[in-house]
Every structure is written in C-alpha cells, then in structure tokens.
C-alpha cells in the first residue's frame, strides 16, 4: 500500500521559517517524483515544487523560488519542505503527493498525503 | 501563466448527470487529470491522462477532452459525490503544474 504521511500541524510568527516532512512507504522512493501542494484557507490548489528523489533534482514555482527548499533523504524515504520568511499569505494547508506514473512529468499526482497546516500569525 | 477556467459551482438531483468543464487554451494538447476533494479531506485522484479512471473509482466518473475544454462527467450523482473537484495539467515546455479554481458540486 503506497502511503505519504506528513508531519504535523504548526504555528509560526512571521518572518519565520517552517519545514514539513513527507515519509513514503509502500513503493521505491527514488522511482517516482514528489509534488508539494498548498491550500490556503477556503482556496484552491496551488502547485508549489517537485523534487527527483534518485538526484535531487527540484522544480520551484516561480513565485517561491528564494524562499522554496525541498530536500530528501533517501536512507528514510522522506521529503523535506522548507519555507521561508513566513507571512500571513503562507497560511494553508499543505500537502506532498507522488507522482502516479513514473512519466518524469506529465502523471497525475496520486496518492497524497494526508495534509499539514501551517499557520502564521504574530 | 496558463489559467484554467471552472465553473465555481454546479448543483445536480440524485441520479441525475453533473458536467464540470475545465478551459484552457488549446488543452486538447495536453494531458488533463481531475480531483476530487471533499471537505477535511486530501485530494483524491479520479480521472487521469484525460479519460482514465484509476481503480477503484466508480464507472460513473469519466472524462473527455475537445478543442479547449476537458470535461468530468458524474453520471447518476448519488449524495457522496459532493464534493470540490479540480482538473489539471503540466505544461512541458515551462515544466510547470496547473489547476484549475476549482468547481463545488451541490447534489440538491
């Protein structure tokens, strides 16, 4: 059974930073590419970044980039999220998702994780 | 930036059929995937490469593409398809994913 479970919920002031962990398990970590994804509260889906588990190789939504890290561990099968210089517009729910065909782009994203949220506030 | 246009909302009765549209300019070329979100919920995957249906989702949900709109058929809508439902794509050349705003569909 593939599964991503994410790390849980936190509260950060502005100006901060916050990292969120996506652990996979059920499939072959370095085969697939993993997507993060955000949801402000009431909004819709936001692609934010991909990252390559087998090089590391990342993709970030221009509107990020500065402020964007993702990373992995391949010794635990686990992605990291770090963003940065946190305002009140980075409060939404976010979620890591994997590729569902090994397409190196144009799969779905299937399954996700079950969602962190992430709240700033002074 | 590629936008995607939904409808925000679609209402249905039970047993009857919902279409949510998803334009795009010229999305006949790309390949189009559709959520399925309900509230508290992470997206659930539904239609693939714009008319797959991945297992396990019901024969009622399908897909189809023309000129610049992709379509999400729910034929014979039952109380549990309520939910918030979002197309989307990956633009090759900008190596860049895109949803669509999204569409709430209320079964009355």
């Known amino acids: 059974q593939v599964l991503l479970v994410q790390s849980g919920a936190e509260m950060k002031k502005p100006g901060a930073s916050v990292k969120v962990s996506c652990k996979a398990s059920?499939?072959?970590?370095?085969?697939?590419?993993v997507h993060w994804v955000r949801q402000a509260p009431g909004q819709g889906l936001e692609w934010m970044a991909t990252?390559?588990?087998?090089?590391?190789?990342?993709n970030y939504a221009q509107k990020l980039q500065g402020r964007l890290t993702l990373t992995r561990d391949t010794s635990t099968s686990t992605v990291y999220m770090d963003l940065s210089s946190l305002t009140s517009k980075d409060t939404a729910i976010y979620y890591c998702a994997k590729e569902a065909v090994a397409t190196g782009g144009n799969s779905a994203f299937d399954p996700w994780g079950q969602g962190s949220l992430v709240t700033v506030s002074s | 930036s590629y936008v995607l246009t939904q409808p925000p909302s679609v209402s249905v009765a039970p047993g009857k059929t919902a279409t949510i549209t998803c334009g795009g300019n010229n999305i006949q070329s790309q390949s189009v995937h559709w959520y399925q979100q309900k509230p508290g919920q992470a997206p659930l995957l539904v239609i693939s490469?714009?008319?797959d249906r991945p297992s396990g989702i019901p024969e009622r949900f399908s897909g189809s593409i023309s000129g610049d709109t992709a379509t999400l058929t729910i034929s014979r809508v039952e109380a549990g398809d309520e939910a918030d439902y979002y197309c989307q794509l990956w633009i090759h050349s900008r190596d860049e994913y895109f949803f669509g705003s999204g569409t709430k569909v209320t079964v009355l």
């Open positions: 990252i390559d588990p087998s090089n590391g190789r990342t």
């Open positions: 059920g499939y072959t970590f370095t085969s697939y590419l």
């Open positions: 490469y714009d008319s």
